[in-house]
T-cell receptor, first 110, second 116 residues
Framework: GAGVSQTPSNKVTEKGKYVELRCDPISGHTALYWYRQSLGQGPEFLIYFQGTGAADDSGLPNDRFFAVRPEGSVSTLKIQRTERGDSAVYLC????????FGPGTRLLVL | AQKVTQAQTEISVVEKEDVTLDCVYETRDTTYYLFWYKQPPSGELVFLIRRNSFDEQNEISGRYSWNFQKSTSSFNFTITASQVVDSAVYFCALSELSGGYNKLIFGAGTRLAVHP
């Protein structure tokens, strides 16, 4: 079937605004991960879902970041009161034994 | 603490040269996985290989080969007869199995440029 898809591919917003980033995992994968990749760095773990529940959210940088996966499939990463430092590529991966990544959402906060 | 170090920030080679990308990792666990991913200019991370900590056999896949040595905590990646299409950023990653899932710890990546 199709791979992991993420929308939007690019998002430009102003400081202080709210954004939502969507991830559509590979069908049948129960595990879903969010990572953030800043320019010139490797991806950094944000949160892990097993089914509908967030089993590990230790990577979320602060309480402005939140993610949901209400039906155990599509996940949404939500960022409140965006800051310029939130600018990065947000990657989603779904997994059986191996994590397969989506193309990412490039977020730019002006 | 878990850590992955890719000391080579950038490598530049001419087509058909062999090139080795280094990866050194730190972990306290005895059970873990090691990975390599390729990130071409398009940005998507492409899975290349997964290796578990109990399997130290080297692996070859076409022009790609991997050398896993627990004694030196290294998992190096060699591309033989490099091609321009190999130009990308390559990431080594580590995951531990505590909790039954694979949270990946990535290195900073090595940017490989293959010139014609």
């Amino acid at each position: 079937g199709a791979g992991v898809s993420q929308t939007p591919s690019n998002k430009v917003t102003e400081k202080g605004k709210y954004v939502e980033l969507r991830c559509d995992p590979i069908s049948g994968h129960t595990a879903l991960y969010w990572y953030r990749q800043s320019l010139g760095q490797g991806p950094e773990f944000l949160i892990y879902f097993q089914g509908t529940g967030a089993a590990d959210d230790s990577g979320l940088p602060n309480d402005r970041f939140f993610a949901v996966r209400p039906e155990g499939s599509v996940s949404t990463l939500k960022i409140q009161r965006t800051e310029r430092g939130d600018s990065a590529v947000y990657l989603c991966a779904s997994a059986g034994e191996t994590q397969y990544f989506g193309p990412g959402t490039r977020l730019l906060v002006l | 603490a878990q850590k992955v170090t890719q000391a080579q920030t950038e490598i530049s080679v001419v087509e058909k040269e062999d090139v080795t990308l280094d990866c050194v990792y730190e972990t306290r666990d005895t059970t873990y996985y090691l990975f390599w991913y390729k990130q071409p200019p398009s940005g998507e991370l492409v899975f290349l290989i997964r290796r578990n900590s109990f399997d130290e056999q080297n692996e070859i896949s076409g022009r790609y080969s991997w050398n896993f040595q627990k004694s030196t905590s290294s998992f190096n990646f060699t591309i033989t007869a490099s091609q321009v299409v190999d130009s990308a950023v390559y990431f080594c990653a580590l995951s531990e199995l505590s909790g039954g899932y694979n949270k990946l710890i990535f290195g900073a990546g090595t940017r490989l440029a293959v010139h014609p």
